[in-house]
């Protein structure tokens, strides 16, 4: 299983994880009020700085961010069809710069701190009755753990088209990855129930 | 020091998906410190030993460990480490010494002592090397290595692997078979490798949802043959 982690020894690296994520929740909010297109330009190009000083070679980072990107750019569209280019193009800046430093949280924030961290955050709701903390850290930490996954299913699909001769189509490559990734989070969650991890939480 | 053995007891246990039955309502008791089970693919096996660990709920009958309902939320699977077909999907983070301590953590135990049993299982296999290794980077056996110290880190007193040989060459079958020959713990084996269950006195044959065969294991091997070719 591949991890999202990127080891190094970066300005970020050595951020607590608390600093980054209170960090990342604070910039999507700033973003988010602001609309002017030359700040949100220059906040794009020191996420993307930020983003370079994490230490992964160029190709790698952009691969990262490619389907991510790919989805903005479509939100961006559908936004530049009901609104002006103004807005459509504020919302391309917001969201690459919130990708931007989301990629970088994630990329040096391992995913033990990760859990540790949301679970800790997220304790002072189980006041609410509604939820568990550990649940929701466990939670997270799976997303970050299933998203290398799901990518390395989607190129093994992809080879098994090629392989076979078939032309690669969106519609014959997603049936089979959802249902190898509901398998898989079946499998997890039965380890999961296994170990006892979610067992024990009081 | 071998453990001092299992304690299980299937009453009438059985499992049905519908109209569908996995496993016939079974009643037997399992004693000893290992147990084969063998059989074809959608025999059984893996349903029955999931009743073992709680995975699986019983739609008849009760399944018990050391006298505790496996079909109790609160404690089911606590006496019972489970090791699965693909290691890598039991491994839940990537590095090994985090995924080991992980289990721990959610049971309460300090930071210290989640240290020390992190250290004293790895140090149990003699796999230190792997503490801080990436799960992905790992050979086959040596992803066995890493699921087992993450179970064994929880103190079960019974194990169960399911298929443990599964797809790995020689030499890692060979450490394998060697750790679990070394397991003080008693062990539930699950496997289509009839060599790494030959010496064992007791070994459940499983066809088409049934016990078919309960009995050393040339016998049960034997009567596999029969049925299976």
Sequence with gaps: MQSLYVEGNSLMHRLSPRAKLLSLAALGVVLFIADNIALLSIVVLLAAAVYRAVGLPLADALGRLRPIFLTIVVVALFSLIFNSWHEALVTLLRLTALMLFAATVTATTAIAEFIDEVTALARPLERTGWVQADDIGLAVGLVLRFVPEILGRYQAIREAHTARGLKVRPTTLLAPLIILTLRDADNIAAAIDARGIRRHVS | MRGTGLDIRFEGAGVSFGAR????????????NRIGIIGLNGSGKTTFARLINGLTKPTVGRVTVNGRDTGDEK??????????QSPQ????????????????KRRG????EIEAKVDGVLARFNAQALAERRAHELSGGELQVAALCSVLATGPSILI????????DIRN?????KI????EESAIIITHDLE???????????????LAADAPAAEAIARYKEIAV
Excluded: C, M, S, Y
Aim: hydrophobic letters at 50%.
């Design chain 2, 75 to 84: 404690t089911a699977g606590a006496d019972v480490g489970f090791i699965f």
């Design chain 2, 109 to 112: 135990f300090t930071k210290a």
């Design chain 2, 180 to 183: 679990i020959d070394g397991l």
């Design chain 2, 21 to 32: 039955t996995a496993l016939e309502p079974l009643t037997l008791g399992l004693g000893g």
């Design chain 2, 161 to 168: 692997l399911d298929e443990p040989t599964n797809q790995l």
């Design chain 2, 196 to 210: 790494l269950i030959a010496g064992f006195e007791r070994v459940l044959l499983f066809h088409e949802g049934r």
């Design chain 2, 173 to 177: 079958r060979a450490l394998v078979e």
């Design chain 2, 89 to 104: 999907n039991q491994i839940i983070l990537p590095i090994v010494k985090d995924d080991i301590a992980f289990g721990l």
